[in-house]
């Protein structure tokens, strides 16, 4: 098993910026890839930003230039540094990573509890 701890969200202005926080532990023996998917209320899921184990990122049209995912592979900590939030950003942020696990064959997925990320117009 794998947990995923996320912190960081809150309630923002809009303009303004935010950090989030996700750090894996567990029966961790490599994890491929760590991100960040959102919700918003009445819609489906989204991605917004993913890192590979190798640094290799990914983002969303709506989020680039404006979101950075970064990743502390000794910490097993992937970040998200939101700025210039709208209010269209405003959701429930999930982190998730693939992982491989100590004496288990293939690769599993987990997600984190979600934090909620409110922009005020």
């Known amino acids: 098993q794998v947990q995923l701890v996320e912190s960081g969200g809150g309630l923002v202005q809009a303009g303004g910026s935010l950090r989030l926080s996700c750090a894996a532990s567990?029966?961790?023996?490599?994890?491929?890839?760590m991100g960040w998917y959102r919700q918003a209320p009445g819609k489906q899921r989204e991605m917004v930003a993913t890192?590979?184990?190798?640094?290799?990122?990914n983002c969303a049209d709506s989020v680039k230039g404006r979101f950075t995912i970064s990743r502390d592979n000794a910490k097993n900590t992937v970040y998200l540094q939101m700025n210039s939030l709208k209010p269209e950003d405003t959701a429930v942020y999930y982190c998730?990573?693939?992982?491989?696990?100590?004496?288990?064959?293939?690769?599993?997925?987990?997600w984190g509890q979600g934090t909620q990320v409110t922009v005020s117009s």
């Open positions: 567990g029966n961790i023996f490599n994890i491929k890839l």
């Open positions: 998730y990573t693939i992982v491989q696990e100590l004496g288990l064959m293939g690769s599993y997925q987990y």
């Open positions: 890192i590979t184990g190798g640094g290799t990122t």
